[in-house]
């Protein structure tokens, strides 16, 4: 041990030799995995109810791959499912889908697949191996709804409050109907400083504006004036909500709406639950059921997400 005084400045550049190095960031775990469920009072997707305006619950899980060879790039691959309530009875959707995620700085790219499988289902109407005729009401549905989605959707963070994100799906064969669908929408998110909140909460707005464009269906559903098949009337959807999230939790209160008349909700989604109504008849709707799936609905869920490497470590 040495004894002594040493300047200012020797003792300065003393401690900044025997300071302990700054700590390194831990580098991101090649594998993760992201899972979660939710409950809510209706399952709506793209504006039409899943659960005939019911409560559903839904889990999923998901496998991330972020390999060190390729920075800025997640792979993925996931499953989930929930609870409907479909013409044909399906015992639930259950989904399965996988993809990569690359990110530049603020923006981040998702491109991938999704399979929506529907087990179970019976068929109603002049189907093969159907089950009746028709359904009560006279809608015909088959008994397998299950298709493929590919999308691809770009978010752009502006700065911790400001995100917007624009993204377009499209399906081969919506539903199994014959008929092709293409999807497109914006979606702008405003987060709230964490000093408008209490402490732990976090809180945003969002809303999204979507368009939904279809082909022409297969013969199964065709109707007098147009035997072999019908043209699917395209849509708009818009949705706004709130979102509370503490902890693994967040709490989504939201308003959907689209504006599809009753005769073409009924068209698009052979409602097992429509009625007559006649101002409904129309040349692609000639039985005049009118459906209530695709109006106006307030929704509240709540779910939790985690992933094994920040959650349970």
């Not at 992201?34 to 409560?55: C, E, K, L, M, W």
């Not at 700065?159 to 399906?171: E, H, I, K, S």
């Not at 809303?207 to 035997?227: I, K």
């Not at 967040?250 to 009924?266: M, Q």
């Amino acid at each position: 041990m040495v004894l002594g005084v040493s300047t200012g400045a020797g003792w300065a550049a003393d401690l900044a030799v025997k300071a302990p190095p700054a700590p390194v960031a831990a580098p991101t775990p090649e594998w993760d995995l992201a899972f979660g469920g939710a409950v809510g009072t209706d399952y709506n997707f793209r504006g039409i109810t899943q659960s005939d305006h019911r409560p559903y619950v839904g889990v999923y899980s998901e496998l991330r791959y972020n390999p060190t060879w390729l920075p800025n790039v997640q792979l993925y691959y996931g499953s989930g499912g929930e609870s409907i309530d479909f013409p044909n009875h399906a015992a639930a959707e259950v989904d399965f889908y996988g993809g990569f995620r690359p990110t530049f700085g603020a923006l981040a790219l998702d491109f991938g697949n999704w399979y929506y499988y529907y087990p179970g289902g019976q068929g109603f109407g002049n189907e093969a191996g159907a089950v009746a005729a028709a359904l009560p009401n006279g809608n015909v549905v088959k008994s397998k709804l299950s298709f493929d989605e590919w999308y691809a959707k770009a978010t752009y963070t502006f700065n911790d409050y400001v995100a917007l994100t624009g993204d377009v799906f499209y399906d081969p064969n919506w539903l199994n109907s014959g008929a092709y669908g293409t999807y497109a929408s914006g979606i702008l998110k405003l987060t709230a400083p964490s000093s408008w909140t209490p402490t732990g909460i976090g809180a945003s707005i969002s809303g999204e504006l979507g368009h939904y464009w279809f082909g022409t269906s297969d013969a199964f559903y065709g109707v007098p004036l147009f035997p072999a098949g019908v043209k699917y009337p395209e849509y708009t959807h818009w949705n706004v909500g709130l979102d509370f999230t503490w902890k693994v939790f967040t709490l989504d209160l939201r308003y959907y709406d689209t504006d599809l008349t009753k005769a073409n909700c009924n068209i698009l989604t052979s409602d097992h639950t429509a009625s007559f109504n006649a101002a409904s008849v129309t040349s692609t709707n000639p039985g005049g059921l009118a459906s209530n799936w695709c109006g106006a609905s307030f929704i509240a869920k709540l779910s939790a997400d985690l992933t094994v490497n920040t959650n349970l470590k």
